[in-house]
């Protein structure tokens, strides 16, 4: 109800700027993708655009959405035919001919950087993963210092509903410097609410 309300308040006030706002309320009970930070999200990014069998599947999702909004803003699709055209676009590899045009006009591709500093949190109990909190995960991604520093941030190795066994990998930080990545581990140990797991019950 708040997000209706929310998108209600914000298309309103675009039309008294004479701007056309469409709002897509969507699910934001976990991060978007595997990666948060710069380079980590650019991977995702890309990962998309090449059809990589790797791609987070949410992130694919969530761009297709998006754009077969833009497109029927735009008059370029119908409501009912949108999704299927963004689909197409990305399918052909359209879409990733006009990223790589856009890179090269703004200064050429470049690999994203990565983290010299790491460390895997692992599920120290068996059961599902059932609860991510948002706060702590983007408290610990700028404590590893993010979004500054391009290759640091987090890397999802879990989603919600996952089944995990102790010893399973939840996450990774990333960080550009020792100390960086202790100031985060440090915050980490703290709160160890980052990501909740309920042992299965028969």
């Known amino acids: 109800e708040y997000a209706k309300e929310l998108s209600n308040q ?13 709002c897509h309320i969507s699910d934001g ?26 791609a ?11 754009a077969a909004k833009v497109l029927e803003m735009g008059g370029i699709a119908s409501s009912k ?5 963004a689909s197409s676009l990305l399918d052909s590899g359209k879409a990733w001919s006009k990223f790589q045009a856009i890179c090269e006009a703004q200064g050429g591709m470049r690999t994203p950087p990565q ?19 948002n706060r702590v995960i983007s408290k610990l991604a700028k404590l590893a210092g993010a ?13 919600l509903g996952n089944i995990v066994e102790v010893g399973t990998p939840l996450f990774e930080l990333h960080a550009e410097t020792k100390g960086e990545l202790e100031y985060a581990i440090d915050f980490l140990r703290s709160h160890p609410e980052a990501i909740k797991i309920e042992e299965e019950t028969l």
């Open 56 to 66: 987070p599947s949410d992130l694919k999702d969530r761009s297709l959405s998006i």
């Open 29 to 54: 009970q976990q991060p978007v993708g595997y990666g948060i930070g710069p380079a980590l999200e650019a991977r995702d990014i890309i990962a998309v655009l090449q059809n990589s069998p790797l």
């Open 10 to 22: 914000l298309e309103v006030t675009g039309e008294a700027l004479g701007l056309q706002v469409l």
């Open 81 to 85: 035919d949108s999704l299927a055209k």
């Open 147 to 159: 979004p500054a520093a391009p290759a640091a941030g987090i890397d999802f190795k879990t989603r």
């Open 115 to 133: 983290a010299e500093y790491r460390y895997e949190l692992c599920s120290d109990r068996a059961g599902i993963a059932c609860y991510i909190n």
